[in-house]
């Protein structure tokens, strides 16, 4: 067994493969109260890049009957990660990286929304390809924001196929035999965002009305027999479709980024993955229906490709599933933060990035600190401790990386 477990009167189990690697106090404490929960069964699993989270604790899978956790799921949903295998071999690439970055900041929006403007998003009329997307998801949206109009995010259209800021990259990568990989990390944007705190927000209204004593104010949350749950879950499921299709589109417009650098076309079709790891979905487990919220969590059902991204500088891995069912047959979605965004910035120096970043064409500056190598744990003391969730298909090691 490579799992430990946690098992307190009162609250379901806690397994988590943590063996080797950091697991914080305040992280246990949050998965204690989410344990506590009427709605949670049979067991809370945990993933090694565990870190205490906002709502929920990044990392963990959370099974739930006749109920969803709306703080759980959180404001990025259907965040994940997207990867494609070329047949670009690293000596037509590497002396070409600055190029590669610049093309790729200019093919891909990205950014935080700041002042008046969204550098994150188009600043004109969308390229054919997005316009197309989102007019396929345009109706169904309007007619969530007709029903709930406090969701309604006025920048839906205009950031179909863009970053983002944060944690969110593009990085062109080599694999164990050369291969050019892109590989790129982004979810449901501002549309999602206002989806979540609004039902955030009425779930916990709803505990207020009822009285509910829960362990965690972020804790509360929908029981299916109330009218908001319908409406949250096709908000939610729209979600997690735009952030799948952002990233179809972002990956769409970053090869042909790549190959107008390189001044020929590629075939970008050798192995692609596309997969949620902020989300829910339903699941049978234990001969049970349930609700499972994956919050940085990867599914890794038996034979089903991941990806679990390590931070600049380090490594990547492409997974396939060995179906575990004690933890929900999932696996971690990448390293986890050892430092806190803040206390990163006041730890990291620009030297130490500069240094831990040797070789990635990258920011050098103080505005990604709170991305750098020393704020994650070391990825391959994450793998180890999940070696019976995943086997490595590919282990990937970033040579650009273009941050949010």
């Not at 989806?195 to 009822?210: C, D, P, S, W, Y």
């Not at 696996?331 to 500069?354: L, P, Y």
Request: proline share 4%; charged share 20%.
């Amino acid at each position: 067994m490579s799992y430990d477990e946690l098992h307190e009167e009162g609250s379901v189990p806690i397994k988590s493969w943590t063996q080797g690697v950091a697991f914080e106090d305040q992280a246990k404490e949050q998965l204690r109260a989410t344990a506590k929960l009427p709605i949670v069964w049979p067991h809370v699993a945990v993933m090694p890049d565990v870190h205490l989270g906002i709502g929920a604790t990044v990392g963990s899978v959370i099974p739930t009957r006749g109920a969803i956790i709306p703080a759980a799921v959180g404001v990025d949903i259907g965040c994940g990660m997207c990867a494609v295998r070329t047949n670009l071999k690293a000596d037509e690439t590497l002396t070409k990286s600055r190029e590669l970055y610049l093309e790729l900041c200019r093919s891909v929006p990205h950014g935080s929304s700041k002042g008046h403007g969204d550098v994150g998003a188009w600043s004109g009329p969308l390229p054919a390809n997005v316009q197309t997307t989102w007019e396929g998801m345009a109706d169904a949206y309007d007619k969530l924001v007709e029903s709930f109009p406090k969701i309604h995010a006025k920048q839906a259209a205009s950031q179909m196929g863009t970053l983002g800021g944060g944690n969110h990259f593009v990085e062109m990568c080599l694999d164990e035999e050369d291969h050019v990989w892109l590989m790129l990390h982004s979810g449901s944007r501002g549309a999602g965002n206002k989806i979540g705190q609004h039902f955030i927000e009425r779930a916990k209204e709803l505990a207020v009305k009822n009285g509910w004593e829960l362990p965690h104010v972020d804790l509360a949350y929908l029981p299916e027999e109330h009218p908001d749950f319908l409406g949250y879950t096709q908000a939610l499921m729209w979600a997690q479709d735009y952030a799948m299709f952002n990233r179809r589109m972002m990956m769409v417009n970053s090869i042909a980024a790549v190959e107008r650098v390189m001044g020929h076309p590629f075939d970008p079709r050798l192995m692609a993955v596309n997969c949620h790891h902020n989300y829910v979905s339903i699941e049978k487990h234990f001969n049970v229906n349930l609700y499972i919220t994956r919050k940085g969590a990867v599914s890794a059902q038996l034979g089903e490709l991941g990806i679990i991204p390590g931070s600049m500088g380090t490594k990547s891995f492409i997974v396939r599933g060995k179906g575990n069912f004690d933890s929900f047959n999932s696996c971690s979605h990448g390293a986890g933060r050892v430092m806190s965004r803040g206390q990163a910035k006041k730890t990291i120096t620009i030297e130490d990035h500069i240094r831990d970043t040797a070789g990635v064409e990258c920011g050098k500056d103080s505005r990604v600190l709170d991305e750098s190598p020393r704020a994650y744990k070391r990825i391959e003391t994450v793998m180890a401790a999940q070696s019976d969730l995943v086997e490595v298909v590919h282990t990937l090691k970033q040579f650009l990386c273009v941050k949010g």
